[in-house]
């Protein structure tokens, strides 16, 4: 069954051409212009992806806020930012509201449709019994990989499908470093440090908001990130 994916972009000529691209690959699309249209749209059936530009008719930040409203609605809907705005205020702004992926539009479109299509890979490797090791356990933590959840003592996490990939990683193996090509290959996105960073401190944000004394996800300098056994 096509996946469908909603654009929200006020610039006419370049929801077209994302829209074309996409329907190429076989995607059913969307284009909204604004975001109250979108938002009153996915109240009725949330789509099975969301590229989101920032700025959005008068309203500079309308990106940002449609993405948290979304986030609230949903915690495992991919979102990706796709913006002419490309300052690391943004970005980790992006990623802190909860986006997957942090775009900017000189993206090829062959490029675009690849970090797409590698979200919805993770989704359907999800969705699929695994042989070895569908549970995580060390202490407190638990992860199940076929039901996508994260839970520290007994207390679920709400994740991104990002953050989700991310913290099997690092927790697979204790006092094993994960570097950030790692991580990336793991969680099949293409981001530089400082995005790997934001993506590090909202998980940590999230454990915690459930127990204030976590330190479990530890920062080796100049290598990675392990989990502390």
């Excluded at 920032?54 to 609230?72: A, Q, T």
């Excluded at 943004?90 to 990623?95: E, Q, R, V, Y």
């Excluded at 986006?99 to 979200?119: C, F, G, V």
């Amino acid at each position: 069954m096509a996946k469908n994916i909603a654009i929200v972009e006020d610039e006419v000529a370049i929801s077209d051409n994302y829209k074309e691209m996409l329907e190429r690959q076989g995607y059913k699309v969307k284009i909204f212009d604004n975001r109250n249209d979108a938002w009153n749209s996915f109240q009725s059936a949330l789509p099975d992806l969301v590229l989101l530009d920032i700025g959005l008719r008068d309203e500079i930040e309308g990106g940002f806020d449609l993405c948290r409203d979304l986030r609230s609605k949903s915690k495992s809907l991919p979102i990706i930012f796709l913006t002419a705005r490309d300052s690391d205020f943004d970005t980790i702004s992006g990623l802190r509201l909860g986006a997957d992926d942090y775009l900017t539009k000189d993206i090829s479109l062959p490029h675009l449709a690849a970090r797409i299509s590698a979200i919805f890979r993770r989704q359907e490797a999800l969705s699929k019994p695994e042989e070895l090791e569908t549970l995580i356990k060390h202490d407190e933590l638990l992860i199940d990989k076929n039901r996508m959840t994260v839970k520290w003592k007994d207390k679920p996490l709400d994740l991104t499908i990002t953050e989700f990939w991310i913290i099997s990683t690092i927790a697979r193996h204790p006092g094993h470093v994960k570097n950030r090509d790692q991580l990336m290959e793991d969680a099949n996105i293409y981001v530089d440090e400082n995005t790997i960073t934001s993506h590090i401190k909202r998980i940590r944000k999230k454990f915690i908001a459930i127990d204030q004394y976590f330190d479990h996800i530890e920062t080796v300098y100049g290598m990675g990130y392990r989990w502390k056994g």
